[in-house]
C-alpha cells in the first residue's frame, strides 16, 4: 500500500502563490503515477495535474494550465504543485493520489487507487 499526505495549504490573496507538497510511504516511490485533485465544496473531485513515474511527462487541467506546476523527487518521495496567479475559483481542498505506473496520464480520479486527506486552500479577492 501506499501512504500519501499532503501539506502546503492555506489562505493567500487573489494573484498569489502557494507550493503543496505530497509526501508517500510504502512501495518505491518511482512505482507509481501521481496527481493532484481538487474539490470545492458540493462539487466534484476534478483533475488539477498529473505527473508520470519518471516526471518525464505532465498533465494539466485547462483551468490551471500556465499557472500551476506539478513536479516530483522521487529521492524523496515527495510530489508538488506549484500554484502561481491564484484565483478564487482556485479555492478547494486538494489532494495528491497515485497509482501503479502506466504509460497513459490519468486523468480520472476512479484511475487513482490511494488518496491523502486533502489540504486546504482558500483564494481571497
Known amino acids: 500500500q501506499v501512504q500519501l499526505v499532503e501539506s502546503g495549504g492555506g489562505l493567500v490573496q487573489a494573484g498569489g502563490s502557494l507550493r503543496l507538497s505530497c509526501a508517500g510511504s510504502?512501495?518505491?516511490?518511482?512505482?507509481?503515477?501521481m496527481g493532484w485533485f481538487r474539490q470545492a465544496p458540493g462539487k466534484e473531485r476534478d483533475f488539477v495535474a498529473a505527473?508520470?513515474?519518471?516526471?518525464?511527462?505532465?498533465s494539466y487541467a485547462d483551468s490551471v494550465k500556465g499557472r500551476f506546476t506539478i513536479s516530483r523527487d522521487n529521492a524523496m518521495n515527495t510530489m508538488y504543485l506549484q500554484m502561481n496567479s491564484l484565483k478564487p475559483e482556485d479555492t478547494a481542498v486538494y489532494y495528491c493520489?497515485?497509482?501503479?505506473?502506466?504509460?497513459?496520464?490519468?486523468?480520472?480520479?476512479?484511475?487513482?487507487?490511494?488518496w491523502g486527506q486533502g489540504t486546504q486552500v482558500t483564494v481571497s479577492s
Open positions: 493520489a497515485s497509482r501503479a505506473s502506466v504509460y497513459s496520464m490519468p486523468t480520472a480520479r476512479e484511475q487513482y487507487d490511494y
Open positions: 510504502g512501495r518505491a516511490f518511482s512505482n507509481y503515477n
Open positions: 505527473i508520470n513515474w519518471s516526471g518525464g511527462r505532465t
